[in-house]
């Protein structure tokens, strides 16, 4: 497999909160080389692309899938009457596996793409990323990544800033206010992110914005992926997730 690049897409509805990053690996290590918000994000990701090598893995921060029960679910559902699952077990219309692997292994709850506005963002970021294919040749296909080494082209990776962070055992308290505090959280945050990446960019960018610094911790997961770090399905788990979608994170460190 070449040297890859990472594109990491904090994912929104609204344009101008789009966060992305774009990394290059050489040598073991990954260089950030840009870091930004702007106004065509599907352009830039194509430019990104179109300028970069044989393999482009781009990691994104929103769900990839729905529950399968939500839709098996729904299917004949109508109006009045009872959900079909019971309230004691209402959990698995809104949450997938994924999610709930991430909450054990973690402690940290995914949003529930079911049932949260999150679910219009993963609607709105697969939209837009399955447009790239009338900007850029190499994104004719984007299918998921599962299995290395990636061949050529452009592969989707749904990864989680929040999980990353606190695999990492990395402070998260506060970072994505848009106060003084928020900065402060972020920019402890980029001090960590700095043991962990070469970062090639001005860190105000990253300090300034959370959605920039989420789009960088995206990278990063990415990284982790590519690098065999990410925890990925088992063989019992795999055939759900191609349907539902996978969170890929790192494990907690040992502590010994």
Known sequence: MSNPRIIGIDAATVVGRIGLAMGDISE?????????????????????????PEVILLSVDAPLGW??????????HEAGMAPGVPRK???????????????????????????????????????????????????????????????????????YPAATLKAMRAPTRGYKKSTEEGRQAR?????????????????????????????????LAGFDFLSGRAVGPSAEESSLAKKEGWIWCRRLPNIE
């Open 187 to 219: 920019s402890v945050i980029v001090e960590w992110l700095q043991k962990e990446l070469l970062i090639d960019v001005n860190t105000e960018a990253l300090i300034k914005s959370d959605d920039v610094l989420d789009a960088t911790l995206c990278v």
């Open 67 to 76: 529950p399968t029960v939500l839709g098996q679910t729904l299917v004949d």
């Open 89 to 159: 077990e209402a959990n698995r219309l809104f949450r997938r596996h994924t999610d709930i692997e991430i909450k054990a292994r973690l402690g940290k709850q995914p949003l529930d793409v079911g049932a949260d506005r999150i679910a219009r963002t993963a609607h709105s970021i697969l939209c837009r990323l399955h447009t790239l294919s009338d900007h850029c040749k190499k994104a004719q296909d984007l299918p998921l990544a599962w299995n290395l080494p990636l061949n050529a082209g452009c592969h989707l990776l749904e990864v």
């Open 28 to 52: 073991g290590q990954c260089l950030i080389h840009e870091a930004l918000t702007c106004k065509d994000p599907v352009q830039q990701i194509a430019r990104w692309i179109e300028q970069g």
